[in-house]
């Protein structure tokens, strides 16, 4: 009589490969919007922007102070005639030689002057007020260029001043506005369907904390991927707490890939015998990833039901949210062209020991201190999502690699992730 052995047991996905496969999925949305540059914060440049003007359009003043010929000051103490007062948005005219312009920040440089001389670095001799020409004594000696901005320094006519696939925050639409753009052409938002399971589940607001039935508890998962989501520049379809039932999963499933790009799910896709988010995707298309070798997050899922894509999340609050800034967040980047979604890890000190390494890769939650280091959240269960609130970042550990007091490793930090 023989006995059957169990098959071995599939090796988890590294992080790294589960990306690469994540990525390759997010082919760039079809379609393009233009908005007012005002209005597109947050957006992914769908064209690059080419400057149709050079960037300062003239020579200009750098300080408020004169406009001189360096060469007419060659030694400190020279004394120069004031013929002409410049400001920002006027002309000046020639600059003749032995003579100065006085001149503001901004303002034009005239012909025949190449260096401004800062006030502080000059006294008036006489006053405008009172008879006869201004002189000023210049006690500085002026190099040519000094306190000049040069026309084009900036930007010259015909760059490329932002390219396709940027991702637009204040200094992108502030150059964009330097070049005259008062619209840009922008990618669409990704629609995304988002929803949770668990019987377990109950909106805050509907019933008090002193009446919660046993078992129960609130459902911040929703709250915190909503905002994530509004944060990737998503338009969020909100189908609110599945049932841990079959049908009810497959439902919402189908409602959801009707009219998204995504959907998105938290709960549900591990192996128990409530988990019915797994076959119910692979009952109406595919599932062409789940469970990634990453700690917190191993039951991460991603598969396709029809054009829709399906990304489910755990369940757990610190994998959820972990798992969305790690994997989530570039390939919702990556729907609306941007190419470069890499992490970007800081090498920081660790002032904590973390002497039990797991098979797994794994995402400390830390926070810096005042000494430059980093100090470690006492409770890294991925059920504390308090964890998240104290922390400011997370370390990457790799797997099976304790961290000693004092070792520089990688931290990412929420103001990256979360941008």
């Known amino acids: ?25 997010a082919e760039p949305l079809a379609g393009a919007e233009s908005l007012a540059t005002f209005d597109a914060d947050g957006r992914v440049l ?6 149709s003007l050079q960037v300062p359009a003239f020579d200009n003043s750098a300080m408020d102070g004169y406009a001189v010929h360096a060469a007419d000051v060659l030694l400190g ?22 003579t100065a312009a006085r001149i503001f920040t901004g303002a034009p440089l005239p012909s025949g002057a190449d260096a401004v001389v800062m006030q502080e670095d000059c006294t008036r001799l006489n006053d405008e007020r009172h008879a006869g020409p201004e002189t000023i004594r210049i006690h500085s000696v002026p190099l040519p260029g000094q306190h000049v901005r040069h026309a084009g320094e900036d930007v010259q006519r015909g760059d490329t001043v932002l390219a396709a696939g940027t991702r637009l925050g204040p200094a992108e639409l502030g150059l964009a506005a330097g070049v005259g753009r008062a619209e840009l052409r922008v ?3 990704p629609r995304v369907a988002l929803f949770s399971t668990g019987d377990e589940l109950i909106m ?6 002193q009446d919660m039935p046993p078992g129960a508890i609130y459902n911040s998962n929703r709250f915190f991927l909503q905002n994530l989501l509004r944060r990737m520049g998503c338009e969020v379809a909100d189908l609110g707490i599945v049932p841990d039932n079959r049908a009810a999963t497959i439902a919402a499933l189908q409602a959801a890939a009707a009219d998204n790009d995504v959907i998105l799910t938290s709960g549900g896709v591990s192996v128990g015998e409530e988990d019915h988010i797994k076959p119910a995707v692979q009952q109406l298309g595919t599932l062409d990833l789940w469970q990634i070798g990453m700690k917190p997050g191993k039951p991460f899922a991603h598969g396709r039901l029809g054009a829709a894509h399906f990304i489910g999340l755990p ?39 973390w002497p039990q390494a797991d098979k797994r890769r794994e995402f400390l939650r830390v926070r810096r201190n005042a000494n430059g280091g980093l100090d470690l959240f006492g409770n890294q269960s991925s059920a504390v999502l308090t964890s998240a609130v104290w922390g400011d970042g997370l370390v990457d550990v790799a797997p099976g690699e304790p961290i000693v007091y004092g070792q520089t490793v990688r931290y990412l930090p929420f103001s990256e992730l979360l941008a």
């Not at 006995?3 to 990306?19: E, F, I, N, S, V």
């Not at 769908?46 to 400057?51: G, K, L, M, R, W």
């Not at 103490?77 to 032995?98: F, S, W």
């Not at 805050?204 to 904390?209: H, L």
Request: aromatic share 4%.
């Open 315 to 353: 369940g757990n609050p610190v994998s959820s949210f972990v798992t969305f800034l790690l994997l989530v967040r570039p390939f919702l980047l990556r729907l609306q062209g941007v190419q470069d979604v890499a992490m970007k890890p800081i090498a920081v000190r660790a002032d904590f020991d």
């Open 187 to 189: 990618a669409r938002k």
């Open 204 to 209: 805050p607001g509907t019933v008090a904390p």
């Open 77 to 98: 103490q020279v004394e120069l005639e004031v013929r002409q007062r410049i400001a920002a948005g006027t002309a000046g005219a020639v600059l003749l030689p032995g």
């Open 1 to 25: 009589m023989t006995t059957a052995t169990a098959a071995p047991r599939k090796p988890l996905m590294p992080l790294d490969d589960a990306l690469v496969q994540l990525l390759a999925a």
């Open 46 to 51: 769908a064209e690059n922007v080419v400057s």
